[in-house]
């Protein structure tokens, strides 16, 4: 096992804004030690568990998966009293299972502060695990420091009998605490009266004894509390760091086997996971078929009534290509992926919730489309299904599905009532201290003033991923205050050495993951604050242990399209069908080359805008162009200006190769896509499409090594096909250069879609597109006040909010002019419980005066603050 000691108890920085060790500089650290393996026992939870693991593995060192749990001290359902500290670890397959439930149940039906376990979950799922009696918090030491032994003796027996067979271990610490080392005696003599073996652990929270100070930083954060405030939540001695072996040799001289008894636990800890092992979810076809014959008969029929809806006359393509899909997706095993998808997908469609016409390279499937999982045909716009499931590399599909963001909630109710509650919950996310925001969190606990610290904050430049480290090599103002003041040199250090680490934990906008077996013997679940179950793995993590999970987006501008569609419908009779709109139609172009792309879905910046008026797209084909073109990559490298230049005639338009001319002849030669790329190395090399994607993938990537192999393969397969060696060379590196800037053709063509039916309506419904867009947006004054100066400017009249008139949302209203009437919902202070009391008593006639209002309406839901933002508003 290497050094003779073993650290059991550490808090990672995912005992939120309690521990300050960050994996990537845990494991060097313990390298350096020379120590063989090592716990983490977060506090309540396993937020860290599989990034841990994978870290150690990396670094050639045992991890040992544990928990610092929650005790209550009589029952999980009882509020009164603290909870007590207990350390877990696993030993085996059984104990992961076994804490993870604990750890879930904790969150799931003992949450009171805390998430506590009790005494009966213990005796149930104790198997495969070895408990410490943990901190001065824990049960044993608590009893201790209080001077009553006696019943110390007695929980230590009873927990000596739970955890049998030699699992329960005393715990020694010395960190510096006088308390601690009178526990400490009372632990050694329980150790022999009862016959159980004591451990020696240092509690650590931070890497290095010189942390303590950081680490008390971190609590104030957590705390609202700042440096000068006595009664602050601190840890009364700075040794809490992951000591090394030598010291804790030392500090336990007296009691040696505790240092020993270190290996022996880590030993018992066997622990191996199954990583990268799928887990698929289990769909029962009708009839007792088989997955694969459900699956083929299911996109025969729907590709049948596809090209009948469509009148395709070739149809033969078309059968080719779903032969070909199905063949790799069933030898994959992912059958049931596509019917999982497909079923939810269509439960929303049949229910009138709009989805989208698809969403990234899934969109590149013609079995999606046969199975209306998509709405965008693949080979009409040239999509490529080895760029979305590649049979030369194995991995789980990605379908994601945008959803109307109301109605995303009803589908993932459906999917928890089809395979059950216990085995689909969504995935958690961490939301970590950026820039900005560190700085005026560690500014407060510091105690600078308010205008400093906002100085500060503000120089740091805007953007999601800026770091401190890029902000002070870019703007010169903040070295030079650093230089100039010790405070804010300070200030900076700390928030340097916290940006990065987790704040909280929160619900991923669009992951869920569905198993095949109640998701607790996977991994552990946590409840978010919004009250839905999640897991406690993040995305990767998730993925890591071989679970399958689906992207269900909430779209904004889905919703919008619905609200235009029964618009239209209920005041013109007209039954829109926003997937059979035609492509070409002149209205929507022009609309779009003027710019004028106010609320249209990817097309409303700035930049964009002045873009189209640049392009002045006349085809779909410039319009999915465009959409893969507007990102900072191609924007900054020429490509644009080129591309606009070439698609109006004025710069001449050339082809690496006359054999890429029906590959690049779509975008003017420029290579847009990265299905540009893979077509042109199976074109010019004969490459498979799915060894062209593994070229797009290295190019991508930049790894030298995976270049320099297929550089050759390329070059000697085009020199095959008749190619000059040099100019196969050449041709190579453009495809690299330009595999660099490329986008996903199939994500692109689905969101060029959704723009273009937006547009559309827009160019040809704007009445009710600008009602629905305020509606929209109705939270936003800023933008509500926009968009009615849009309206004005359009001929549109904008009606004042009116209580006998106006609804929750913004209504049509006459065509003479055309009229849209505000509504109520997007004045301030007037929540929809106040909206639908005034539409309830509405009913009974319309209001004669505000003091008839007030007589009428439900005053509960409509309070006085209501009241007087309705009238202040003037709607009556």
């Keep these: 096992m290497g050094r003779e000691f073993v650290h059991l108890h550490l808090h990672s920085q995912y005992s939120l804004l309690d521990g300050a060790i960050r994996f990537e500089e845990l494991f060097p650290l313990l390298e350096t030690y020379g120590m063989k393996a090592v716990a983490l026992t977060d506090h309540g939870n396993m937020f860290g568990a599989i990034e841990f693991y994978h870290e150690a593995k990396k670094h050639g060192i045992k991890p040992i998966l544990g928990c610092e749990v929650y005790v209550a001290p009589k029952n999980r359902f009882e509020k009164d009293g603290d909870p007590f500290h207990l350390i877990l670890l696993a030993t085996d397959a059984q104990g992961y299972r076994n804490l993870s439930h604990l750890v879930s149940l904790g969150y799931l039906e003992g949450f009171y502060h805390k998430p506590r376990i009790d005494w009966e979950l213990l005796e149930r799922y104790n198997r495969g695990l070895i408990a410490l009696t943990s901190c001065l918090k824990g049960e044993i030491p608590s009893l201790l420091l209080q001077g009553r032994y006696e019943e110390a003796k007695q929980r230590a027996g009873a927990l000596k009998e739970l955890f049998d067979e030699g699992r329960f271990y005393l715990e020694l610490q010395d960190n510096g605490l006088e308390e601690q080392k009178r526990v400490n005696e009372g632990l050694v003599r329980l150790s022999r009266e009862l016959g159980v073996k004591v451990v020696a652990t240092n509690d650590c929270h931070y890497l290095r004894r010189s942390d303590a100070l950081l680490h008390d930083v971190l609590l104030c954060i957590q705390t609202g509390k700042n440096l000068q405030d006595p009664k602050r939540l601190r840890f009364s001695s700075d040794q809490f760091h992951l000591r090394p072996p030598e010291e804790m040799e030392a500090l336990f001289s007296h009691v040696p086997e505790a240092v020993k008894n270190t290996l ?70 992912f059958a049931g992926y596509f019917l999982i998808v497909a079923d939810f997908v269509n439960y929303a469609k049949e229910r009138g919730i709009p989805v989208g016409p698809g969403r990234g390279s899934a969109a590149g499937s013609l079995v999606a489309y046969a199975l209306r999982i998509t709405d965008i045909d ?196 007209e039954v829109v069908e926003l997937n059979g709109l035609p492509l070409d139609d002149e209205e929507t172009y022009q609309l779009l080359s003027s710019g004028d792309t106010t609320g249209v879905f990817q097309l409303e910046s700035q930049g964009m805008r002045e873009l189209l008026r640049k392009l002045k797209p006349s085809t779909f084909k410039d319009l999915v162009a465009l959409v893969a073109l507007y990102r900072p990559g191609p924007l900054g490298s020429g490509m644009v200006e ?235």
Aim: charged share 30%.
């Design 642 to 876: 080129d591309f606009i230049k070439r698609r109006h005639r004025k710069g001449q338009i050339r082809y690496p190769h006359p054999a890429l001319k029906e590959v690049l002849e779509e975008t003017y030669g420029v290579i847009v896509y990265q299905e540009q790329v893979m077509m042109a190395a199976s074109r010019l090399a004969d490459f498979s499409l799915g060894e062209a994607d593994l070229l797009r993938r290295a190019m991508s990537k930049k790894d030298p090594q995976e270049m320099a192999r297929l550089r050759e393969r390329f070059v000697e397969g085009a020199v095959r096909k008749g190619v000059d060696r040099q100019k196969a060379s050449e041709i190579f590196d453009l495809m690299a250069k330009f595999a660099e800037y490329g986008f996903n053709k199939s994500h692109s063509a689905a969101y060029a879609l959704v723009a273009y039916q937006t547009a559309y309506l827009k160019a040809h419904y704007p009445q009710e597109f600008m009602a629905a867009l305020l509606t929209a947006d109705m939270d936003n004054s800023d933008k509500v006040m926009r968009y009615i100066t849009e309206c004005r400017e359009k001929g549109i009249e904008v009606l004042p909010p009116d209580v006998n008139h106006s609804s929750w949302e913004f209504t049509v209203e006459g065509d003479c002019p055309p009229k849209i009437r505000y509504g109520l919902g997007a004045i301030k202070n007037v929540g929809r419980q106040a909206v639908e009391a005034i539409l309830e008593a509405r009913e009974g006639g319309p209001f004669r005066d505000l003091f008839d209002f007030c007589r009428r309406v439900d005053s509960r839901r409509v309070n006085r603050r209501a009241v007087e933002s309705l009238i202040k508003a003037g709607a009556f």
């Design 378 to 573: 693949p080979l009409e716009h040239g999509l490529l299904f080895e760029r979305f499931l590649n049979p030369e590399r194995v991995s789980l599909p990605d379908i994601d599905v945008d959803f109307c963001y109301e109605c995303r909630d009803e589908v993932i109710r459906y999917v928890m009532d089809k395979y059950g509650h216990d085995k689909v919950a969504q995935i958690i996310t961490f939301g970590k201290m950026q820039a900005r925001a560190v700085v005026r969190d560690v500014g407060r606990v510091l105690g600078l003033p308010y205008r400093e610290v906002d100085l500060i904050a503000k120089l740091i430049p805007a953007g999601p991923n800026v770091t401190l480290r890029e902000a002070l090599e870019v703007e010169p103002r903040l070295k030079e205050m650093a230089a100039r003041d010790e405070r804010v040199a300070q200030l900076l250090e700390f928030a340097q050495r916290l940006e990065g680490m987790v704040r909280h934990a929160s619900t991923h906008a669009a992951g869920v993951v569905i198993a095949n077996r109640p998701l607790m013997d996977y991994l552990p679940l946590y409840r978010a604050p919004g009250g839905e179950v999640t897991t406690q793995f993040a995305m990767k993590d998730v993925e890591r242990i071989g679970l399958v999970k689906f992207d269900f987006l909430g779209l904004k501008t889905l919703t919008m399209m619905r609200r235009i569609v029964d618009l239209v419908a209920k005041r013109k009779g």
């Design 264 to 333: 022996e636990v880590a030993e018992r800890c066997e622990l191996e996971l199954q990583l990268g092992q799928y887990h698929l979810p289990h769909f029962e076809p009708p009839g007792g078929a088989s997955l694969e014959d459900y699956l083929r008969e299911l996109a025969t029929h729907g590709l049948r009534r596809r090209l009948s809806e469509r009148k395709v006359a070739d149809a033969d393509p078309y059968w080719k290509r779903l032969s070909e899909e199905l063949q790799v997706i069933n030898s994959m095993g």
